[in-house]
């Protein structure tokens, strides 16, 4: 607990985790980094996005990206929604995605 009474922050391994896969905070961007994003996606420099690594418990290994794009603009929750994500080929269709998408709800 805090001085305030609210819990206090989670050792790392409980952060955003479960018995099969583990997301890695990457980067977070904001309005202040359109000029790294594609010219397409620029437009997603009004919300700030946290970009994670999805990584296999087990051995640690990389399986995949999970983006999250915190706005309530709707134009980029159009276009684009709140979460896009992406497995890498060998590690498709094991639930992966399934399992971050529900770590980062």
């Given at each position: 607990m805090t001085a305030d009474g609210l819990p206090g922050p989670a050792p790392p391994d409980e952060l955003?985790?479960?018995d099969a896969v583990e997301l890695r905070l990457l980067r977070v961007l904001g309005r202040g980094d359109?000029?790294?994003?594609?010219?397409?996606?620029?437009?997603?420099?009004r919300a700030t996005e946290c970009r994670f690594a999805i990584h296999r418990r087990g051995d640690g290994e990389r399986v995949?990206?999970?983006?999250?794009?915190?706005?309530?603009?709707?134009?980029?929750?159009?276009a684009?929604?709140?979460?896009?994500?992406?497995?890498?080929?060998?590690?498709r269709r094991q639930g992966y995605a399934a399992r971050a998408l529900g770590l980062i709800r």
């Amino acid at each position: 607990m805090t001085a305030d009474g609210l819990p206090g922050p989670a050792p790392p391994d409980e952060l955003l985790g479960d018995d099969a896969v583990e997301l890695r905070l990457l980067r977070v961007l904001g309005r202040g980094d359109e000029a790294v994003r594609p010219p397409e996606a620029r437009f997603l420099a009004r919300a700030t996005e946290c970009r994670f690594a999805i990584h296999r418990r087990g051995d640690g290994e990389r399986v995949g990206r999970i983006h999250l794009r915190l706005t309530g603009d709707p134009a980029i929750v159009h276009a684009v929604g709140h979460t896009g994500y992406e497995i890498d080929e060998p590690h498709r269709r094991q639930g992966y995605a399934a399992r971050a998408l529900g770590l980062i709800r």
